[in-house]
């Protein structure tokens, strides 16, 4: 995917306070490793979802701008993804900062921001030239046209619960069980069905 990282959260939505509560855990010997089971719980988390928990700012690199170049929304539709749309595949989107693009000769532009508007209700965000206009002509090679946006909830606590609840309940499966498998006493792994549950209602589904 052309996503790119550009500033990282500032920080976990869980906590390395949260979490040993969570563990029972009052030493703060295995600090370093909770702290890594955090991230490494809250990515897998991420990446199922396709959203982003704490805000960070990304970059989207595309080879060109979409079209066809449609003006507006089609009559009588209340929804659509107009073939014209760029959706950002990371949610939610708070804002664009900038859409940049190389022209014919070479030379990095910035699109005026009057001149596209952002949904961000949607999810994924849609963006669009304004009625009336239509994307700049780019540079006919890879990588020339790029989307700096944030997305995320806001800081930690603005995370929901569901989330917080999901990597906790990871992050106390991998501090119990630090190998690749784990064998119990009768031979067999039982899966609690309803963890992977608690994510569905925040996964996003891209069209």
Known sequence: MPLQLITPAA??????????????VESADDDALIGSLISAARQSAETLTGRQFVTARWKLVLD???????????????????GHAILLPKCPVQSVFAIRYRDM?????TMPRADYTVDTAC?????TPVFGSSWPVSLPQIGVVQLVFAAGYGDAASVPAGIKSWIKLRVG?????????????SGKIEALA???????????VLV
């Open 11 to 24: 920080e976990e939505p869980v906590s390395l306070a949260e979490a040993k509560l969570h563990l029972r």
């Open 64 to 82: 060109s701008f979409p079209g066809p170049s449609l003006m507006g929304v089609p009559a009588g539709l209340t929804f659509s993804l107009p």
């Open 105 to 109: 000769s070479g030379t990095t532009q």
């Open 123 to 127: 999810e994924p965000a849609r963006v």
């Open 173 to 185: 499966s991998l501090y119990a069980h630090r190998e690749e498998v784990a064998l119990l006493a």
């Open 194 to 204: 309803f963890i992977d549950g608690l994510l569905d209602p925040y996964r996003v």
